[in-house]
Each structure stands twice: as structure tokens, then as C-alpha cells.
């Protein structure tokens, strides 16, 4: 696809951005986003909500605040109660509302395979704007959630997953990275993306892809679901998680102490998963202490980032 260019585009497709960011003043851009998916979980109002959250997720990426958002329905009218589509609606306007937006329409199309999502806008100020790009060595890297609901959605479609992750997946999924966002938007953040379908390691090559800085991943201070381990031990591995490591074979060096469950879930592909900055060293610590006090418990700084080796990410 030929490149657009405007001069008011701040965020286009030149980069693996979240969303779209267009000027519209001086001291105003709207934040556009897309995004939606065949069901991943059993219940449809989880569903609703967690596809939801995770449209939503792509603007507060970009340190933007959502304002309006539209569904996208494709649903086998034929063959699927209504209910189920009026469930999966409710858990979508709840979060919708959650994030203080407001739902204005939508569209559905007949279709044997059930998809759901949003389209979102948002507004942020054309100075405020997060890109993936612009971390800087030095440069601490915190995540907010923890990884693993790739592997904890494929042993449940298997009925391998314990319920308890199930569950403790779920509720992960529906949280809104609202207030990471809003909290990460009060220091003077570098770079920002969420971990989605790509996995932790995907996204943060995102962010050192084509620039002059590397990063150090500190496998340790990773967090993750507890049965993603044992999961990932029985080799219960969703197929992007293989496709994701291979496409970043070239670009991410993991050293041979780590262990193979933990550079599986490092590769996990994720559905509204966290936030991963890029904040200066001296901010990192409150900023993750304001999000502990905040609830987001599992926030942790898991590595940093270097100038050395440029464009490349060593795991340890
Ligand atoms: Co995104
Ligand atoms: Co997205």
C-alpha cells in the first residue's frame, strides 16, 4: 500500500502504531482505532467486554482519552440466538462506559463466523502524543499486566486450563489500561505500546525495530499467570506464539539460562494485554509505586533500554 502523507498525520502506517493520530488544531488530535476478533473466551458478555478493552487499549496506547466508539458485529443470524449477540453488546457498552466514552453506532453484517469488536476515537493533545518509537537508553521499561492468556486460551478451548486461570485470565483481559495510561501520562514518557497479538517480545521489537537503541529484558521480573508455566511445559503453545518467535528470530538474542517456559510465554500472543513504556530512570520507581496504589498490582519494570545492540533485544 502506497504511504500517505499529510501534514497533520502524526501517526500513520508507516510504523506499527496502535491507532491513527490526526491534527486537527494546534492543540487537538483525534487518536483512531479498529479492532476486532472471533471469540476467545466461552461467555459472551466476557467476550463483549474483553473485546472492548482491548479496542480501547490501542488510545490509551497513545496516551489519548477515548470519546466515542462504534461496534462491528458479524453474526450468523441464521443459526445463533439473538440473546447471545445482546450479551456480547452489554459487556461491550459496559466497558465503553467504564472508559467514559460513548457508544454512537455501529454496524453488523450476517456471517457464519461470530466476530465482534470496536472502531474507537479519541482526543489527545498533538504534543502528548506516544509513539512505539522514542524510547531512550537509559530508559526503564515497565509492564503492566501479566503475560500468558494466549497460552491459558488455548488449553481452555482444549479443557486442559485449570479454572482458576481461567478465570484470573478474564478479569486480566476486561481491565481497562485506563488508568496505566492516565498515571503514565503524569512523568515525561518516551514510548508506549500495548502487548498484544505479537507477544511482550513482538511489541517491544516494535519499538527498537529501524532505531539506534537496544533492550535488556530481565526475564525474571516478568510477570506472568502462574499456570501459563505448567501450560506451556505440556506444550499447550497457541500457533502464533511460534509464528511470533520466528519472525523475530533475527532481532532477539535469549540467553541459554532462561527457561523455555518463559521464553514461550515471552512470545505469547496476547488480547488486551498491558502497557509497555519507556520511561526515564528517574520516574520509573514512582511511577510504578502510583500504579501499585492505583490496583494495578502486577506493574513491574522488567528490563531497560541500551544503546548497544542497536535495533536488537538480549533477553536474560
Ligand atoms: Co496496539
Ligand atoms: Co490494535
Known amino acids: 500500500m502506497p504511504l500517505v502523507t499529510d501534514p497533520n498525520l502524526i501517526a500513520g502506517m508507516e510504523r506499527a502504531e496502535d491507532a491513527g493520530v490526526y491534527r486537527l488544531s494546534d492543540d487537538l488530535a483525534i487518536v483512531q482505532t479498529l479492532d476486532f476478533f472471533?471469540?476467545?473466551?466461552?461467555?459472551?458478555?466476557?467476550?463483549?467486554?474483553v473485546a472492548a478493552a482491548n479496542a480501547l487499549s490501542?488510545?490509551?496506547?497513545?496516551?489519548?482519552?477515548?470519546l466515542t466508539a462504534m461496534n462491528i458485529v458479524c453474526f450468523p443470524v441464521g443459526t445463533m440466538d439473538m440473546s447471545i449477540?445482546?450479551?456480547?453488546?452489554?459487556?461491550?457498552l459496559d466497558k465503553v462506559r467504564e472508559a467514559g466514552a460513548v457508544l454512537v453506532g455501529g454496524h453488523s453484517v450476517d456471517d457464519p463466523e461470530l466476530k465482534y469488536?470496536?472502531?474507537v476515537t479519541g482526543t489527545i493533545h498533538p504534543a502528548k502524543v506516544v509513539l512505539n518509537s522514542g524510547a531512550k537508553p537509559g530508559d526503564r521499561l515497565i509492564l503492566t499486566?501479566?503475560?500468558?492468556?494466549?497460552?491459558i486460551n488455548t488449553a481452555q478451548k482444549?479443557?486442559?486450563?485449570p479454572e482458576g486461570a481461567v478465570a484470573a485470565a478474564i478479569e486480566c483481559m476486561a481491565t481497562l489500561n485506563?488508568?496505566?495510561?492516565?498515571?503514565?501520562?503524569?512523568?515525561?514518557?518516551?514510548?508506549?505500546?500495548?502487548?498484544t497479538g505479537f507477544g511482550f517480545l513482538g511489541h517491544a521489537c516494535e519499538m527498537v525495530e529501524g532505531t539506534d537503541i537496544g533492550m535488556l529484558v530481565r526475564s525474571s521480573a516478568v510477570p506472568y499467570f502462574p499456570d501459563a508455566k505448567g501450560l506451556a511445559e505440556m506444550g499447550l503453545l497457541p500457533g502464533g506464539l511460534h509464528r511470533n518467535r520466528e519472525f523475530r528470530a533475527n532481532m532477539v538474542e535469549i540467553d541459554r539460562q532462561v527457561p523455555g517456559y518463559l521464553a514461550d510465554i515471552l512470545f505469547d500472543p496476547q488480547t488486551s494485554g498491558g502497557l509497555l513504556i519507556s520511561v526515564p530512570e528517574q520516574d520509573a520507581g514512582a511511577l510504578l509505586q502510583r500504579m501499585h496504589q492505583a490496583g494495578i498490582r502486577q506493574a513491574a519494570i522488567v528490563g531497560e533500554v541500551l544503546g548497544e545492540p542497536k535495533g536488537k533485544i538480549v533477553v536474560q
Open 145 to 151: 499486566k501479566p503475560l500468558g492468556t494466549g497460552i
Open 158 to 161: 482444549l479443557q486442559r486450563a
Open 178 to 195: 485506563k488508568k496505566a495510561s492516565e498515571l503514565m501520562m503524569t512523568v515525561e514518557v518516551h514510548a508506549c505500546t500495548d502487548v
Open 38 to 49: 472471533t471469540p476467545i473466551v466461552d461467555d459472551p458478555y466476557d467476550f463483549g467486554q
Open 58 to 66: 490501542d488510545v490509551y496506547a497513545m496516551g489519548g482519552r477515548p
Open 117 to 119: 469488536g470496536l472502531s
Open 85 to 92: 449477540l445482546r450479551e456480547i453488546l452489554g459487556g461491550g
